[in-house]
């Protein structure tokens, strides 16, 4: 364990319905050792100083997706972030936008699973006989794999890119980047054969011809997913569909 | 909605984001602006009318007109080519630390392009003001 | 119609208006055409284009472009901000609709008017 560096102060946005009519922000003072992330400060204020403070976290180390925030202005993972690399002696802390906020630090990530559902992030074959009794596995060539896929299947459902969009603030029915790129993900699997299913979710009024580009999504995402590269090439897909060229 | 604008206007985030939101606000602006010019055209066909109206360089209203033209055309090819598929890069394998290709180089070397012929045009334009 | 065939429209009007927005502003401009801003801009310049055949096929695309894409994006963003009731977004796209036929009305008028001057 380092010894301690410097003491840098937390404003955390809080809020319990309970008690509350609106969210207030409150300061705590945290001593910073070289290496902590602001999961570490977040844990050592609700040990020491502030009990009531609530926050999700898991894994502690930018796998699980849970610990999604506001920090600084922009979204990040708490584990993830160096409390020293953001330079700064007061830090931040606000639920992430775009969700509604439960209490204090945790937002409700229903709006992220029910879009992501109705892409039908599955894989769809016609050939039940085979699904019901396997003989072998489908053959994918590693080309396969990483050249159209595999970047899109890292995602962790952290939410962060629905927190990001602006299409997302305005547009309450916007199908949102994870819907979007698990749709390209799936259509452009060479496993799968549910394409024509999917793009009619994604075709739609609310569906992927809503994205502007802001690729805010792709900024702040944690595994590198890249959810903006993902719907512009959805974006591709349908039209070369459309005009009979080869995807 | 408002809570979207002021996290676009927190100056945290990369320049595409507001370049969309200088799109839109352009794309409104012209919407209202040219209704009312087609409007004024379709009555300038009398001559009588004709004395009274402004031309398009000089005058600041239709300056403004024309410079938010050219911003949200050419901001507007830039996107065209985003979201048939070009200049976004393609699926690699993510190793850490992550770099999303769609806003890698080939994007920002367009955004530069963009920002640089919006420059100039807008300069030609202010000359001929003068 | 699917949400990709208007969108498809509207990328080809987009461009098509690139082009001939740059042909309208043209004959304004005295550093790109060298005319004299007065003579070009003057009710004989505009009489005298205006008779042209080209002209007025130009025009009769350059209406079509801007009566489409101006009101499709319109009706996008409508939809994003306000829509979700399927009667609102009826009523978005109905009204914008029928914004963009006024507006290819006002300058199909202005433009045969013209030609046939």
């Keep these: 364990m380092s010894k301690e560096i410097m003491e840098v102060t937390f404003r955390i946005q809080r809020f319990d319905p309970a008690k509350d009519r609106y969210p207030y922000f409150r300061e705590y003072r945290v001593p910073v050792r070289r290496g902590m992330t602001v999961l570490e400060a977040l844990i050592y204020i609700k040990e020491n100083l502030d009990a009531t403070l609530s926050f999700r976290y898991s894994c502690r180390s930018a796998v699980c997706g849970s610990c999604g925030m506001l920090i600084n202005g922009v979204q990040r993972l708490a584990c993830a972030t160096q409390i020293l690399e953001l330079n700064t002696d007061v830090i931040e802390v606000a639920p992430m936008p775009n969700y509604p906020v439960i209490k204090d630090l945790i937002v409700d990530l229903t709006r992220l699973f029910e879009t992501h559902r109705k892409v039908k992030p599955f894989l769809i074959r016609k050939d039940i006989k085979e699904q019901e009794e396997p003989t072998k596995e489908y053959y994918q060539t590693w080309k396969d794999i990483v050249d159209r896929i595999l970047q899109f299947t890292y995602c962790i459902k952290c939410g962060m890119c629905l927190s990001a969009c602006p299409t997302v603030g305005y547009d309450k029915e916007y199908l949102g980047p994870v819907a979007l790129t698990q749709a390209f993900r799936y259509i452009a699997d060479t496993r799968d054969e549910g394409a024509n299913e999917r793009i009619k979710v994604v075709d739609s009024p609310h569906g992927c011809w809503n994205c502007h580009f802001a690729a805010s999504c792709s900024e702040v995402c944690p595994k590198g997913v890249d959810p903006a590269l993902a719907i512009q090439l959805l974006k591709k897909v349908i039209i070369k569909r459309k005009l009979g060229l080869k995807i | ?130 | 119609m699917r949400e990709s065939t208007l969108w498809l429209f509207d990328i080809i009007a987009a461009i098509i208006l690139v082009i001939t927005v740059l042909i309208h502003i043209f004959p304004f401009s005295t550093l790109i055409s060298g005319i004299g801003i007065k003579e070009a801009v003057g009710i004989n310049g505009i009489i005298e284009r205006g008779k042209s055949l080209t002209y007025l096929v130009t025009y009769i695309i350059f209406l079509a472009a801007i009566s489409y894409h101006p009101f499709y994006r319109l009706r996008l963003m409508l939809i994003e901000y306000f829509g979700g009731n399927s009667v609102r977004e009826k009523i978005i796209s109905i009204g914008c609709l029928i914004a963009a036929i006024i507006l290819l009305v006002l300058g199909l008028y202005a433009t045969i008017v013209l030609y046939l001057q």
């Design chain 2, 1 to 130: 909605m408002i809570r979207s604008i002021s996290q676009i206007l927190s100056k945290r985030y990369m320049i595409e984001k507001y370049l969309h939101f200088l799109h839109r606000i352009t794309g409104i602006y012209m919407v209202v602006f040219l209704y009312m010019h087609v409007i004024l055209a379709s009555f300038r066909i009398d001559k009588a009318i004709w004395c009274i109206l402004n031309t398009a360089f000089s005058n600041p209203v239709m300056l403004s007109f024309v410079v938010a033209a050219i911003f949200h055309g050419i901001n507007g090819l830039r996107l065209i080519l985003t979201e048939l598929g070009y200049m976004v890069g393609k699926p690699t394998l993510p190793i850490f630390p992550y770099k999303a290709s769609s806003i890698g180089r080939q994007q920002k070397v367009a955004i530069i392009i963009v920002l640089i012929l919006f420059f100039i045009l807008s300069a030609i334009a202010f000359i001929e003001f003068i």
